[in-house]
Nanobody
Framework: QVQLVESGGGLVQPGGSLRLSCAAS????????MGWYRQVPGKERELVAA???????NYPDSVKGRFTISRDNARNTVFLQMNSLKPEDTAVYYC?????????????????WGQGTLVTVSS
Protein backbone atom coordinates (compact mmCIF):
# COMPACT_ATOMS: atom_id res chain seq x y z
CA GLN A 1 0.00 0.00 0.00
CA VAL A 2 1.48 3.31 -1.14
CA GLN A 3 0.52 6.72 0.09
CA LEU A 4 1.62 10.34 -0.17
CA VAL A 5 1.50 12.69 2.78
CA GLU A 6 1.69 16.45 2.24
CA SER A 7 2.56 19.18 4.68
CA GLY A 8 3.37 22.87 4.71
CA GLY A 9 0.16 24.55 3.65
CA GLY A 10 -1.29 27.52 5.44
CA LEU A 11 -2.08 31.21 5.32
CA VAL A 12 0.45 33.64 3.90
CA GLN A 13 0.34 37.27 2.82
CA PRO A 14 0.89 38.30 -0.80
CA GLY A 15 4.59 38.36 -1.56
CA GLY A 16 5.33 35.75 1.06
CA SER A 17 6.70 32.24 0.78
CA LEU A 18 5.73 28.70 1.67
CA ARG A 19 7.46 25.37 1.30
CA LEU A 20 5.38 22.27 0.72
CA SER A 21 6.64 18.76 1.34
CA CYS A 22 5.32 15.41 0.19
CA ALA A 23 6.68 12.06 1.34
CA ALA A 24 5.84 8.75 -0.29
CA SER A 25 5.71 5.60 1.77
CA UNK A 26 4.74 1.98 1.38
CA UNK A 27 5.84 -0.81 -0.90
CA UNK A 28 7.82 1.25 -3.39
CA UNK A 29 10.13 -0.16 -6.00
CA UNK A 30 10.85 3.14 -7.71
CA UNK A 31 9.35 6.56 -8.36
CA UNK A 32 9.44 8.19 -11.75
CA UNK A 33 7.89 11.63 -12.13
CA MET A 34 6.63 13.54 -9.12
CA GLY A 35 4.61 16.70 -9.27
CA TRP A 36 2.36 19.24 -7.67
CA TYR A 37 -1.11 20.18 -8.84
CA ARG A 38 -3.60 22.71 -7.54
CA GLN A 39 -7.33 23.12 -7.72
CA VAL A 40 -9.84 25.83 -6.88
CA PRO A 41 -13.65 25.52 -6.88
CA GLY A 42 -15.08 25.61 -10.37
CA LYS A 43 -11.76 24.99 -12.10
CA GLU A 44 -9.95 21.94 -13.35
CA ARG A 45 -6.98 20.64 -11.42
CA GLU A 46 -3.86 22.07 -13.00
CA LEU A 47 -0.19 21.18 -12.97
CA VAL A 48 2.05 23.65 -11.17
CA ALA A 49 5.34 21.75 -11.23
CA ALA A 50 6.77 18.38 -12.19
CA UNK A 51 10.15 16.75 -11.81
CA UNK A 52 11.49 13.57 -13.33
CA UNK A 53 13.68 11.02 -11.59
CA UNK A 54 16.62 12.59 -13.42
CA UNK A 55 15.86 16.05 -12.09
CA UNK A 56 14.30 17.68 -15.14
CA UNK A 57 11.54 20.13 -14.26
CA ASN A 58 8.48 21.59 -15.91
CA TYR A 59 6.43 24.63 -14.89
CA PRO A 60 3.50 26.47 -16.43
CA ASP A 61 3.95 30.14 -17.21
CA SER A 62 1.80 31.13 -14.25
CA VAL A 63 4.45 30.02 -11.74
CA LYS A 64 7.72 30.17 -13.67
CA GLY A 65 10.35 32.11 -11.80
CA ARG A 66 8.41 31.94 -8.54
CA PHE A 67 8.01 28.23 -7.75
CA THR A 68 10.77 25.64 -7.54
CA ILE A 69 10.27 21.90 -7.35
CA SER A 70 12.93 19.57 -5.98
CA ARG A 71 13.18 16.02 -4.71
CA ASP A 72 15.14 13.85 -2.35
CA ASN A 73 15.22 10.47 -4.02
CA ALA A 74 16.76 8.76 -1.01
CA ARG A 75 13.76 9.73 1.09
CA ASN A 76 11.07 9.54 -1.60
CA THR A 77 10.19 13.14 -0.94
CA VAL A 78 9.29 16.04 -3.22
CA PHE A 79 9.22 19.70 -2.27
CA LEU A 80 7.64 22.83 -3.67
CA GLN A 81 9.20 26.13 -2.74
CA MET A 82 6.72 28.92 -3.45
CA ASN A 83 7.97 32.50 -3.45
CA SER A 84 6.36 35.82 -4.32
CA LEU A 85 2.95 34.33 -3.70
CA LYS A 86 -0.11 35.98 -5.19
CA PRO A 87 -3.78 35.78 -4.21
CA GLU A 88 -4.42 33.82 -7.40
CA ASP A 89 -2.14 31.08 -6.06
CA THR A 90 -4.77 30.27 -3.44
CA ALA A 91 -5.83 26.65 -3.93
CA VAL A 92 -5.67 23.17 -2.56
CA TYR A 93 -2.32 21.75 -3.57
CA TYR A 94 -1.99 18.05 -4.31
CA CYS A 95 1.11 15.95 -4.54
CA UNK A 96 1.27 13.35 -7.30
CA UNK A 97 3.69 10.56 -8.05
CA UNK A 98 4.13 7.84 -10.64
CA UNK A 99 5.19 4.88 -8.53
CA UNK A 100 6.27 1.38 -9.46
CA UNK A 101 5.47 -1.43 -7.07
CA UNK A 102 6.10 -5.13 -7.49
CA UNK A 103 3.27 -7.62 -7.38
CA UNK A 104 4.25 -11.08 -8.57
CA UNK A 105 4.74 -11.87 -11.32
CA UNK A 106 4.78 -8.28 -12.60
CA UNK A 107 5.65 -4.75 -11.75
CA UNK A 108 2.69 -2.46 -11.29
CA UNK A 109 2.57 1.22 -12.18
CA UNK A 110 0.47 3.43 -9.94
CA UNK A 111 -0.60 7.04 -10.13
CA UNK A 112 -0.86 8.15 -6.52
CA TRP A 113 -2.34 11.35 -5.12
CA GLY A 114 -1.91 12.99 -1.79
CA GLN A 115 -4.71 14.20 0.42
CA GLY A 116 -4.16 17.85 -0.45
CA THR A 117 -3.05 20.84 1.58
CA LEU A 118 -4.70 24.26 1.50
CA VAL A 119 -2.66 27.31 0.60
CA THR A 120 -4.35 30.66 1.17
CA VAL A 121 -2.69 33.87 0.00
CA SER A 122 -4.49 36.84 1.47
CA SER A 123 -3.98 40.05 3.40
Amino acid sequence: QVQLVESGGGLVQPGGSLRLSCAASGSIFSINTMGWYRQVPGKERELVAAITSGGYTNYPDSVKGRFTISRDNARNTVFLQMNSLKPEDTAVYYCNAAIVTFEQPRYKHLEVWGQGTLVTVSS
